[in-house]
């Protein structure tokens, strides 16, 4: 098959490009039902003429209809795309580049989705897809899961009810509120994971961000002490990283925290610890919620981020990630991560 595959690029080297980009055509248009032209065009950074071109032909063979709402992926082109993955996913060099993370970080698996997720929606769904379809291969009946906040977690919400069979999982917030909207805070995530996993959920309604003071007394308090034993049983972890600044931001951090955070060069954060580019942590925050130190607990970890801006403070949690772990991301940030290590040598 390999010889046939690599005999066919060298009669008709033009066939992989074309291949790709009908392919990520069909893709978004699976992710994003009812989209015009134009925001396609957008999306695949296409002008609308060779747009329009290429869904003649997709539509010419059964791949899409065109409604009066917008388009969507027919069941003839959902074969298609799932028939394709593993050639696509070979032949654009992210197979190549998932390994190359494993072998560098030691890690369990990397898995990376086409695009980019800051500036293409569809990477975000699809990073939420992959991990919805991971939690559902790691996890067992009646594991508990810790999740954290943000985008990235919150858009795995939605692909749960297609990839998890029922298993009376318990999802447990990692973490309490920090200054964002509720919709992507742990506790409102958790109980969205529930609902749509068909499981039960713990909260833990406590600012994130605790002075020492607070977060002495509040450890004493009998709720906060069952949450962190569920944290020391947790077997799996779904959590992401953040970049130094912007988490320092969204915690309304004092001018003084910050300044610390820029004197210590830091660009990643996970879990209240903030990491500089070698990886070491440089400063962290007092936070109830899942420890840095109660992660070799878990069987497994999903560190789910994406975004080529994100590069430097996914490498930074990379350089001690514990080896159970399983990295989700995007193409633009792995592309990123790739040439930083690559200056690095």
């Known amino acids: 098959m390999e010889q046939l595959l690599g005999a066919q690029q060298k009669l008709l080297p033009e066939m992989t490009t074309l291949l790709q980009k009908r392919y990520r055509l069909l893709m978004t248009i699976q992710l994003s039902t009812g989209i015009g032209r134009r925001a396609l065009s957008e999306i695949v950074h296409s002008t609308e003429r060779e747009t329009r071109r290429e869904l003649d032909i997709l539509r010419a063979q059964g791949l899409i209809q065109v409604l009066a709402n917008g388009m969507e992926i027919t069941q003839e082109g959902k074969s298609v795309l799932e028939v394709l993955k593993d050639l696509v996913h070979e032949w654009s060099g992210l197979y190549d580049m998932e390994k190359q993370l494993e072998k560098a970080f030691k890690l369990a698996r990397v898995i990376i989705v086409p695009g980019d997720s800051e500036i293409e929606s569809p990477a975000k769904s699809l990073i939420g897809q992959e991990a919805a379809k991971q939690l559902e291969l790691l996890s067992k009946n009646k594991d508990t899961v810790a999740v954290t906040g943000g985008s990235t977690i919150a858009a795995i919400a939605n692909h749960l009810s297609v990839h998890i069979k029922p298993k009376n999982l318990v999802f447990v917030a990692a973490r309490g509120g920090i200054g964002e909207n509720v919709e992507l805070q742990a506790n409102h995530i958790a109980s969205a994971f529930a609902n749509q996993a068909g499981g039960t959920s713990r909260t833990l309604y406590l600012p994130d961000h605790l002075s ?10 009998p709720v906060i002490k069952e949450m962190m034993d569920l944290y020391d049983k947790t077997n799996i972890v779904i959590h992401g990283i953040g970049d130094a ?8 951090s004092s001018n003084e925290e910050l300044d610390i955070i820029l004197q210590k060069e830091a660009v990643g954060e996970a879990f209240g610890y903030y990491f500089n580019e070698q990886g070491k942590a440089v400063h962290r925050i007092r936070t109830v919620g899942i420890q840095l130190k109660q992660l070799k607990h878990a069987q497994h970890l999903l560190a789910v981020a994406g975004g080529a801006s994100k590069a430097s403070a996914i490498l930074s949690y990379l350089k001690h990630a514990p080896n159970q772990t399983v990295l989700i991301t995007d193409e633009g940030a792995a592309k990123k991560l790739t040439q930083l290590m690559s200056n690095e040598n």
């Open 212 to 221: 020492e003071t607070a977060y002495k007394t509040m450890i004493k308090e």
């Open 245 to 252: 600044k912007e988490m320092a931001r969204r915690r309304n």
